[in-house]
C-alpha cells in the first residue's frame, strides 16, 4: 500500500463546476499537509499549506483535512479552463531532522475543465 | 523576483556519459532537493541537503550523484550507473528541512538515448 493514494483522473468538468480532488493516506503522524498546481512540462507550484485538521480558504480554493479519516481535500469553486493542470497533494511530519521527514506526494490526478 | 532557476530545459545525452543538471536558488533557503518525475508514479526523492556541505540520499539516489558547496547552488550529475536516467528532473527549495513547503524550479527534462 502506497503512502499517499490519489486518484490520477483524468477528472473532466465544465467550466463553473465545482471540482472536489482527494487524497487517502495511511500515516497517521502526518501533520503538514500541502496542494500543488502543476502545468504541462512546468514545475509544481504551491497552493495551499495547512496544519492539522481543518479547512483553509483562499480565493476559489478550499482544503480541506480530516486527520480521523486520513482524508485530504481539494475544492475548486467556479472552475477556470485555467484551472487546467495536475494536482498533487503532499505531506511531511513537519518534525525530525533526516529521511522520516520528507515530503511525500501523491501521484497527481489530471484536471481538465472544459470552456 | 526569487525563485530557482533549473538549467537548461531540455539536456540531450548518450548513453554512457556522466550528466550535470544545475539548480540555483536565491531565497536564502537553507534546504535543497532533486526529485524524479516519472508517468504514473509521482515525485521520487533523490537527494537532498539540509545545509552547505552536507546531503543525504533519498529513496533513489543509485546513479546521482550530487554537491553542495554553496547554500545557492545544488547540481545534481545522472552518472552512466543509472539505468533508466530519462525523465523529468525537480529541483526544490525549502526555509528548513522541517515543516517548511517546498517551492520548485521549472525542471530539466533529460533525454538519454
Known amino acids: 500500500q502506497k503512502e499517499v493514494e490519489q486518484d490520477p483522473g483524468p477528472l473532466s468538468v465544465p467550466e463553473g463546476a465545482i471540482v472536489s480532488l482527494n487524497c487517502t493516506y495511511s500515516?497517521?503522524?502526518?501533520?503538514?499537509f500541502m496542494w500543488y498546481r502543476q502545468y504541462s512540462r512546468k514545475g509544481p507550484e504551491l497552493l495551499m499549506y495547512t496544519y492539522s485538521s481543518g479547512n483553509k480558504e483562499d480565493g476559489r480554493f478550499t482544503a480541506q483535512v480530516d486527520k480521523s479519516s486520513k482524508y485530504i481535500s481539494l475544492f475548486i469553486r467556479d472552475s477556470q479552463p485555467s484551472d487546467s493542470a495536475t494536482y498533487l497533494c503532499a505531506m511531511r511530519l513537519g518534525f525530525g531532522g533526516g529521511a522520516t521527514n520528507k515530503l511525500i506526494f501523491g501521484t497527481g490526478t489530471l484536471l481538465a475543465v472544459q470552456p | 523576483d526569487g525563485g530557482i532557476t533549473q538549467s537548461p530545459k531540455y539536456l540531450f545525452r548518450k548513453e554512457g556519459q556522466n550528466v550535470t543538471l544545475s539548480c540555483e536558488q536565491n531565497?536564502?533557503?537553507?534546504?535543497m532537493y532533486w526529485y524524479r518525475q516519472d508517468p504514473g508514479q509521482g515525485l521520487r526523492l533523490i537527494y537532498y541537503?539540509?545545509?552547505?556541505?552536507?546531503?543525504q540520499k533519498g529513496d533513489i539516489a543509485e546513479g546521482y550523484s550530487v554537491s553542495r558547496e554553496k547554500k545557492e547552488s545544488f547540481p545534481l550529475t545522472v552518472t552512466s550507473a543509472q539505468k533508466n536516467p530519462t525523465a523529468f528532473y525537480l529541483c526544490a527549495s525549502s526555509i528548513r528541512h522541517d515543516n517548511s513547503p517546498l517551492h520548485f524550479g521549472n525542471g530539466t527534462r533529460l533525454t538519454v538515448t
Open positions: 531565497l536564502n533557503h537553507d534546504a
Open positions: 541537503s539540509q545545509i552547505v556541505n552536507d546531503f
Open positions: 500515516n497517521s503522524a502526518f501533520q503538514y
